[in-house]
């Protein structure tokens, strides 16, 4: 399958599995759970991830970087797959009442044991689904991904109407973890069984950096639930949580899951020896003239969308939403910060980062918690982004080599491109209505205008993501006829 196939099998499968998370977490939270109820489960699950780092131990980025791999190497592969899941699954359970003693909940005990039991499932997805990765067959991942969340959604959905409260979520992640599991089985065999544990010092190895790496990341990531819980109060948690879940959906919404195609696709590259430089560009060229414009739409139509979707019980989420999708728009920026340092040998320099990184993010959280609540928390975010792009841009330059001049007028035409997106929105808000009064009709023109006005200035800024995105779009049926008109408009993007 090409690059530009295998994108739009993981964009169709993000995007459906989007649509039914999302839905799922309306409904729950409008009709069934509370604030308070979501942070109690966010807590748990906060906790749970921080060990859940070494699910896969660093199995799918192996796999999709090794030049060949023959059927001893994937024995060993899932071998150690079911070794650590049962690893990750012993330790959250273990660590159920400490967690539970260390926020005076209770509750927490028989949620992270439930939450430990979903990892018993792992092996049977890891190895298969990085094998699919590596092949490029990104269809798989698409019928895995949809039929995970849509039984992850019914299980949760059920369960909460019939009174589970919080345990209705984590018992969906088991019913998630154990459909992906056998999905992904059906369409690439691949079973823990029997074990092999021979030869595997490359394996652990790779896994073991890989894993320290993770860890780093995941400090930073995955505390913030458990900080704001432990410094502020459930409510606070729910809706921290609500706000950066909201923003994390809807950015992977507009980007797809093409990430998940770059790494096996760059890993081509550098095995024929070729510049990654001009590539990299193209990387940074779709993600800020897609992802920008839709964080910033995000931010500035966060009251809104909030109310209308959740209600007043949640208008706390807003202002967090607000501040959560302007950062994103500073850490998409560099993408790829991981897997190229990875990919090109460079992990224990990443690791060194990652720490600086994760020491960054920890201390302003904190600070920001501590200063201005759970506002300041979402403000903190926004001031670790810039130190983050700080810190990354000169040693991914250095590892790719790109042009910087040609970053930055992508950068520049990104930027008008977000402005043109949002200037319809911002203009209702000032001579129409207010963002506590505009309805849903208005909302949606205001938001299609500027879907228009972004296009339009893509095609007259000669922006080097139109080409890519025309390419998409002729694979596309329903959006075909969309494309040749704009091929037609603007032939010199498809040189």
């Not at 109407?161 to 969906?172: D, E, H, K, P, R």
């Not at 995000?298 to 019980?313: H, Q, S, T």
């Not at 200035?457 to 002729?474: D, F, K, N, Q």
């Amino acid at each position: 399958m090409s690059v530009r196939g295998a994108a739009v099998w993981a964009m169709a499968g993000q995007y459906l599995s989007f649509a039914i998370q999302f839905a799922s977490s309306v409904v729950i939270s409008r009709f069934f759970l509370t604030p308070g109820e979501v942070g109690l489960f966010s807590i748990a699950l906060a906790a749970a991830l921080l060990v859940a780092i070494l699910q896969d131990f660093g199995l799918a980025r192996y796999i999709s970087g090794l030049p060949v791999i023959d059927k001893h190497e994937i024995s060993r592969c899932s071998s150690v797959a079911l070794l650590f899941s049962l690893v990750v699954a012993g330790v959250i359970a273990l660590l159920a009442w400490p967690v539970a003693a260390a926020y005076d909940l209770p509750s927490l005990v028989p949620l992270l044991t439930i939450i430990a039991g979903s990892y018993l499932f792992l092996p049977l997805a890891v190895v298969p689904m990085a094998l699919l990765a590596r092949e490029m067959r990104f269809d798989g991942h698409f019928a895995i991904n949809v039929g995970s969340a849509g039984v992850q959604a019914g299980v949760a959905i059920s369960l909460a109407a019939l009174g589970y409260s919080t345990f209705a979520l984590a018992w969906a992640t088991v019913a998630a973890g154990l459909t992906r599991g056998l999905i992904a089985q059906l369409l690439r065999p691949a079973p823990p069984w029997p074990l092999r544990f021979d030869r595997l010092r490359t394996v652990l190895n790779f896994g073991t950096r890989t894993s320290a790496l993770y860890l780093t990341g995941a400090l930073g990531t995955r505390t913030p639930d458990l900080i704001i819980g432990k410094l502020l109060t459930l409510t606070a948690v729910g809706l921290y949580s609500r706000a950066a879940s909201l923003s994390d959906q809807f950015r992977t919404l507009v980007s797809g899951a093409i990430g998940s195609v770059f790494f096996p696709a760059f890993a081509r590259i550098r095995d024929r020896g070729e510049d990654m430089g001009q590539p990299y560009l193209r990387v940074c060229a779709g993600y800020s003239a897609v992802i920008w414009p839709g964080m910033a739409g995000l931010a500035l139509a966060a009251e809104p969308i909030v109310r209308l979707l959740y209600g007043e019980l949640w208008m706390g989420v807003a202002p967090l939403l607000t501040m959560i999708s302007l950062t994103e728009i500073l850490l998409i920026s560099l993408p790829l910060v991981s897997d190229l340092p990875i990919l090109l040998g460079r992990m224990n320099r990443l690791l060194a980062y990652n720490m600086i990184d994760t020491a960054m993010s920890l201390t302003l959280l904190a600070l920001g918690a501590w200063w201005g609540g759970v506002e300041g928390a979402a403000a903190s975010r926004l001031v670790y982004a810039v130190l983050w792009l700080l810190l990354y841009a000169r040693f991914i330059h250095g590892l790719v080599r790109f042009s910087l001049t040609g970053l930055f007028s992508i950068y520049l035409r990104s930027a008008i491109a977000t402005i043109a997106a949002i200037t319809p929105l911002a203009l209702t808000y000032a001579l129409w209505t207010t963002p506590d009064r505009i309805g849903f009709p208005t909302l949606c023109a205001a938001t299609f205008a500027g879907g228009l006005c972004w296009l339009g200035s893509l095609v007259l800024l000669r922006h080097p993501a139109l080409a890519e995105m025309l390419s998409i779009a002729e694979t596309l049926p329903m959006v075909r006829p969309l494309g040749r008109m704009l091929k037609a408009v603007a032939p010199e993007q498809r040189a």
